[in-house]
């Protein structure tokens, strides 16, 4: 059983900063990718960034204002939101890539945190 809890969501207005957090825990082996999806109203699901095996990858919309970090001590994954945009309003999920064995790999969704920019 593996659990992602999410934290750090809520109203902001443009131009301001939140950061999410996204912890993991329960029957982990090891954590391989880490990242973040926004799903607005009336709209799919998107990536908005992932950090695996060293490296990041960041939705275009978000590059230069989003920072995608982990702790890997703390199987923590992170997401510094600066200068928030109205479009940026969704809520945000928490994934994560996870071996609960060395032969079993599933992927794991938080419950989501909303995000609110008002402009």
């Known amino acids: 059983q593996v659990q992602l809890v999410e934290s750090g969501g809520g109203l902001v207005q443009a131009g301001e900063s939140l950061t999410l957090s996204c912890a993991a825990s329960g029957s982990i082996f090891t954590i391989d990718g880490m990242g973040w999806y926004r799903q607005a109203p009336g709209k799919q699901r998107e990536l908005v960034a992932i950090?695996?095996?060293?490296?990041?990858r960041y939705t275009d919309s978000v590059k230069g204002r989003f920072t995608i970090s982990r702790d890997n001590a703390k199987n923590t994954v992170y997401l510094q939101m600066l200068s928030l945009k109205p479009e940026d309003t969704a809520v945000y999920y928490c994934?994560?890539?996870?071996?609960?064995?060395?032969?079993?790999?599933?992927?794991?969704w938080g419950q989501g945190t909303q995000v609110t920019v008002s402009s």
């Open positions: 994934y994560s890539d996870i071996l609960t064995d060395w032969y079993k790999r599933d992927d794991f």
């Open positions: 950090i695996a095996r060293g490296r990041t």
